[in-house]
Antibody, heavy 126, light 110 residues
């Protein structure tokens, strides 16, 4: 059974960088029919797609975050990561990592999220 | 990018059917079949209920069905049960090579 687990600091100071890692177990991150994505949910609000990465390193990201965002993959560790710079209180949220299945036509970031991590709360505060 | 439009809340009695709408544009829902639906119970991670407009993953009840017409996708829950009470989100691929979620719909079982 595929499992995803987010890890990283639960508290980040304003203007600093938020860094999270997602560790994938029970399957390989190098599958050709998957992307690996990050989604966040501010307390009491809806879901927001942050971005996704293919095992070969290509990424797609939310235009509203793109200038501050880096998503990368480490196939040797079966992990992918998120870095968001210059954070503010508006970046406080539960951050989820998820597998994005794109079927046989994996192109340009298509797909749906079929496996999710449990989520990790990140609070931006001094 | 703008979120897809969903009603804030929908309610129904046990055994009834309810439908949640998800309205996008000709740049997302209207042009792609990459529409999915997620169920989220409080404090839990979302769960995939429907993908590619109308397909159910293994293990999802056939009481959940979905369709799309023009710029609007719809999720129908038949034979409503207490455990269906949750938040539901739609999502679509867009022509900008991004993914967008709807604002979410709270389903209440009366």
């Amino acid at each position: 059974q595929l499992q995803l687990q987010e890890s990283g600091p639960g508290l980040v100071k304003p203007s600093e960088t938020l860094s999270l890692t997602c560790t994938v177990s029970g399957g390989s991150i190098s599958g050709t029919t998957y992307y690996w994505g990050w989604i966040r949910q501010p307390p009491g609000k809806g879901l927001e797609w942050i971005g996704s990465v293919y095992f070969r390193g290509s990424t797609y990201s939310n235009p509203s975050l793109k200038s501050r965002l880096t998503i990368s993959v480490d196939t040797s560790k079966n992990q992918f990561s998120l870095k968001l710079t210059s954070v503010t209180a508006a970046d406080s949220a539960v951050y989820y990592c998820a597998r994005q299945s794109c079927g046989t036509d994996c192109y340009s970031g298509v797909g749906h999220f079929d496996y999710w991590g449990q989520g990790t709360l990140v609070t931006v505060s001094s | 990018q703008s979120a897809l439009t969903q009603p804030a809340s929908v309610s129904g009695s046990p055994g009834q059917s309810i439908t949640i709408s998800c309205t996008g544009t000709s740049s997302d829902v209207g042009v792609y079949t990459f529409v999915s639906w997620y169920q989220q119970h409080p404090g839990k991670a979302p769960k995939l209920m429907i993908y590619d407009v109308r397909n159910r993953p293994s293990g999802v009840s056939d009481r959940f069905s979905a369709s799309k017409s023009g710029n609007t996708a719809s999720l129908t829950i038949s034979g409503l049960r207490a455990e269906d009470e949750a938040d539901y989100y739609c999502s679509s691929y867009t022509s900008s090579r991004t993914l967008v979620f709807g604002g979410g719909t709270k389903v209440t079982v009366l």
